[in-house]
């Protein structure tokens, strides 16, 4: 399983640095999308995939006596969601934005004085 998951993890970062380094906005925001996404199961790869119970300690012991499930990984990846999903919805709303003013996709006509300007 977790051959598999490193497997798709490394498929991800390339897949999300190929459309980095596109010239479209579309294809730059859906890049930083998935080099977020590999970066999160990573974390849950290094957090050690294990089934047990909630880390919560009985009433009559001082360590834990079972095997629990790591919280920190999940908080840590429940909170790059929240903050990659806030991104995104404001990256799509400036992309559009753009798009509108800018009537292209290109990231180079966004640079490009024009002659008449000159």
Do not use: H, W
Not at 49 to 75: C, H, L, M, R, S
Not at 84 to 96: E, H, N, R
């Amino acid at each position: 399983m977790e051959l598999l998951m490193i497997i798709v993890i490394g498929l991800l970062y390339a897949g999300g640095i190929y459309l980095i380094l596109r010239r479209s906005m579309v294809k730059l925001l859906l890049g930083i999308m998935l080099l977020g996404n590999a970066t999160n199961m990573l974390i849950f790869l290094l957090g050690k995939i294990t089934k047990g119970k909630p880390p919560v300690i009985d009433e009559a012991y001082k360590v834990f006596q079972d095997i629990y499930a790591d919280p920190i990984p999940q908080a840590l990846i429940l909170t790059a969601i929240v903050i990659s999903f806030a991104l995104t919805s404001f990256a799509i709303v400036l992309l559009k934005r753009v798009y509108a003013l800018v009537d292209s996709d290109d990231l180079d006509d966004l640079n490009t004085p024009e002659e008449e300007d000159l």
